[in-house]
């Protein structure tokens, strides 16, 4: 049997995804979609196919731990009255892509109607659409009336059909096993109150501790991670004690929260680019003005709270609520997350070693190292002088096959 063809690929610098310092004159070699060997000035095997990337840096593929692929942003009454699951799912391809060639190989997306990220996720795997690798959510669980639900509309628009609606500890532990019966990889709890949905509060817990506590419980049970969408003081300080894997936004987290995640090593995946483009496009996206103020209410405590997170040593990874904005402008949060106290190694760690840790898949993703995918991408300057280059990936592999070169896209 012919062994599978070897891949070489070289760069003037590479970024592990895990080390703290760059690697010069870097060799990656691959084998059958993963990465059989990383050095500087590796010989470059007889036979092997080069791809010779120049002065690129090359790093993992980036990884957006919180997506909503399956839709994009749209008139808040159009997409409410006249979407079905049918139009999401045509579309979700689109946004796939896009995502795909903007350097994010991997992606967790935390809610999607009627599974249609569980049926995107097997089209990619079986190279049918191109995409990231997804990992998916199902449903987003909550609570009636809450950010999971749809409210301030008429009652005689009743939303019929599968929803991740559930209320009570009884059925919110039915609704965990539903998710995962349908497809879930991961779990996401809405735990308190949101900007984008009508209820008053942008941050009150919408669960009791009771039924956070039993959503937890069972998802652990079934062996999967819960992101918990959080915005409020106390919401976030209950979904911390019910144990999640993960808080989501985080807008309004105090010092207390903060000591209570770092002993418990909870991720935060803070979405600190969203304020600028919800204040800049959602009133021309007739967004009714209670909800354009709940998110003056957040926005710049978001980034304040984000920043003393990461002062404090809370493990932070790389989320951007995608699908709030455009799919392929993923990478726009890095410069934030810079301007917001971190170090661009710091960044760029959030979204490929310590984002593949929370998604528990760090023996698979998030770094260029033997046994991973072969999930690599390559920006021409240098992203620790200037984080934005990563709003710039020139060239994306996906298990070892070629979607982007020299910043243009191709079939691999
Ligand atoms: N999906 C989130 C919500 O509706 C988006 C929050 C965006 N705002 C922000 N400042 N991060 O609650």
Request: aromatic share 6%; charged share 25%; proline share 4%.
């Given at each position: 049997q012919a062994a599978d063809p070897v891949t070489a690929i070289r760069a003037?610098?590479?970024?592990?995804?895990?080390?703290?310092q760059p690697l010069r004159d870097a060799v990656v070699l691959i084998e059958g979609g993963r990465i059989t060997a990383v050095g500087s000035a590796l010989p470059i095997p007889e036979g092997a196919q080069l791809i010779d990337l120049g002065g690129a840096t090359l790093l993992p593929g980036l990884i957006d731990?919180?997506?909503?692929?399956?839709g994009d942003p749209g008139d808040y009454y159009e997409s409410l009255v006249r979407d079905s699951s049918i139009d999401v799912a045509v579309n979700a391809h689109l946004y796939a892509e896009r995502t795909l060639l903007a350097g994010f190989t991997t992606v967790r997306n935390l809610g999607a109607p009627d599974f249609v990220d569980v049926a995107l996720r097997r089209s990619i795997d079986e190279q049918r659409t191109r995409g990231p690798r997804i990992v998916a959510a199902g449903h987003g669980i909550g609570a009636t009336g809450g950010h999971a639900d749809f409210t301030g509309?008429?009652?005689?628009l009743r939303f019929t059909g599968f929803t991740g609606v559930a209320d009570g500890v009884e059925a919110v532990r039915l609704k965990v096993r539903e998710q995962v019966k349908y497809g879930a990889d991961v779990i996401k709890m809405v735990a308190t109150a949101g900007?984008?949905?009508?209820?008053?509060?942008?941050?009150?817990?919408?669960?009791?501790q009771a039924e956070m506590d039993a959503l937890v419980d069972e998802a652990h049970r079934w062996d999967r991670k819960v992101a918990a969408h959080a915005h409020g003081t106390e919401g976030i300080k209950m979904a911390v004690r019910a144990g999640v894997d993960s808080i989501e936004?985080?807008?309004?987290?105090?010092a207390e929260g903060i000591r209570m995640m770092k002993a418990r090593g909870t991720y935060l995946v803070a979405d600190v680019y969203d304020d600028d483009y919800i204040l800049a496009e959602y009133a021309r996206l007739n967004y009714p003005e209670k909800i354009l103020d709940k998110e003056r209410q957040v926005g710049r405590l978001q980034r304040e709270n984000f920043r003393k997170a990461v002062q404090a040593g809370v493990r932070i990874a790389y989320g951007t609520d995608a699908g709030v904005y455009p799919h392929g402008?993923?990478?726009?949060?890095f410069a934030k997350q810079v301007e917001w106290g971190q170090t661009p190694m710091q960044a760029i760690q959030s979204a490929t070693g310590h984002a593949a840790d929370l998604l528990g898949r760090s023996d698979r993703v998030g770094r260029i190292a033997p046994?991973?995918?072969?999930d690599l991408i390559a920006v021409s300057g240098d992203p620790l002088k200037d984080?934005?280059?990563?709003?710039?990936?020139q060239f994306v592999m996906k298990e070892g096959l070629v979607y982007k070169r020299n910043g243009k896209a191709q079939l691999p």
């Amino acid at each position: 049997q012919a062994a599978d063809p070897v891949t070489a690929i070289r760069a003037a610098q590479l970024i592990d995804g895990v080390a703290d310092q760059p690697l010069r004159d870097a060799v990656v070699l691959i084998e059958g979609g993963r990465i059989t060997a990383v050095g500087s000035a590796l010989p470059i095997p007889e036979g092997a196919q080069l791809i010779d990337l120049g002065g690129a840096t090359l790093l993992p593929g980036l990884i957006d731990c919180h997506t909503h692929i399956t839709g994009d942003p749209g008139d808040y009454y159009e997409s409410l009255v006249r979407d079905s699951s049918i139009d999401v799912a045509v579309n979700a391809h689109l946004y796939a892509e896009r995502t795909l060639l903007a350097g994010f190989t991997t992606v967790r997306n935390l809610g999607a109607p009627d599974f249609v990220d569980v049926a995107l996720r097997r089209s990619i795997d079986e190279q049918r659409t191109r995409g990231p690798r997804i990992v998916a959510a199902g449903h987003g669980i909550g609570a009636t009336g809450g950010h999971a639900d749809f409210t301030g509309l008429s009652p005689s628009l009743r939303f019929t059909g599968f929803t991740g609606v559930a209320d009570g500890v009884e059925a919110v532990r039915l609704k965990v096993r539903e998710q995962v019966k349908y497809g879930a990889d991961v779990i996401k709890m809405v735990a308190t109150a949101g900007v984008l949905s009508e209820e008053d509060s942008v941050g009150a817990p919408q669960y009791t501790q009771a039924e956070m506590d039993a959503l937890v419980d069972e998802a652990h049970r079934w062996d999967r991670k819960v992101a918990a969408h959080a915005h409020g003081t106390e919401g976030i300080k209950m979904a911390v004690r019910a144990g999640v894997d993960s808080i989501e936004h985080g807008s309004l987290l105090d010092a207390e929260g903060i000591r209570m995640m770092k002993a418990r090593g909870t991720y935060l995946v803070a979405d600190v680019y969203d304020d600028d483009y919800i204040l800049a496009e959602y009133a021309r996206l007739n967004y009714p003005e209670k909800i354009l103020d709940k998110e003056r209410q957040v926005g710049r405590l978001q980034r304040e709270n984000f920043r003393k997170a990461v002062q404090a040593g809370v493990r932070i990874a790389y989320g951007t609520d995608a699908g709030v904005y455009p799919h392929g402008d993923n990478g726009k949060q890095f410069a934030k997350q810079v301007e917001w106290g971190q170090t661009p190694m710091q960044a760029i760690q959030s979204a490929t070693g310590h984002a593949a840790d929370l998604l528990g898949r760090s023996d698979r993703v998030g770094r260029i190292a033997p046994g991973r995918y072969a999930d690599l991408i390559a920006v021409s300057g240098d992203p620790l002088k200037d984080v934005s280059e990563l709003e710039r990936v020139q060239f994306v592999m996906k298990e070892g096959l070629v979607y982007k070169r020299n910043g243009k896209a191709q079939l691999p």
